[in-house]
Nanobody
Framework: VQLVESGGGLVQPGGSLRLSCAAS????????MSWVRQAPGKGLEWVSAISWNGGSTYYAESMKGRFTISRDNAKNTLYLQMNSLKSEDTAVYYC??????????????WGQGTQVTVSS
């Protein structure tokens, strides 16, 4: 299993970024996927999740209306569109593979993470 995140960077408050997670080594559309983040000096925080076919999506309360999770099973890629970014969104963002096709929050594999910094 390999998960490779990309798309992070430095953005001003109010700006947007789209993160990608390229998956390989497993049948991507057999599993739900999630984004999890870790801010400096803090623990892991679940951000969003999507079921195997994209039919169900879930968001942490503070991300609702600003972040959109999606997946392209033909490309084995998970996305996170982040709009209206705030300084408190600064974190390393990880994609994680669930153990089930439906969202269960049981993470079997993680990527290496991509840094998102929101600052003026």
């Amino acid at each position: 299993v390999q998960l490779v995140e990309s798309g992070g960077g430095l953005v001003q408050p109010g700006g947007s970024l789209r993160l990608s997670c390229a998956a390989s080594g497993f049948t991507f559309d057999d599993y739900a996927m999630s984004w999890v983040r870790q801010a400096p000096g803090k623990g892991l925080e679940w951000v969003s999740a999507i079921s195997w076919n994209g039919g169900s999506t879930y968001y942490a309360e503070s991300m609702k209306g600003r972040f959109t999770i999606s997946r392209d099973n033909a490309k084995n890629t998970l996305y996170l569109q982040m709009n209206s970014l705030k300084s408190e969104d600064t974190a390393v963002y990880y994609c994680a593979k669930d153990l089930l096709a439906v969202v269960a929050g049981l993470f079997g594999s993680w990527g290496q993470g991509t840094q998102v910094t929101v600052s003026s």
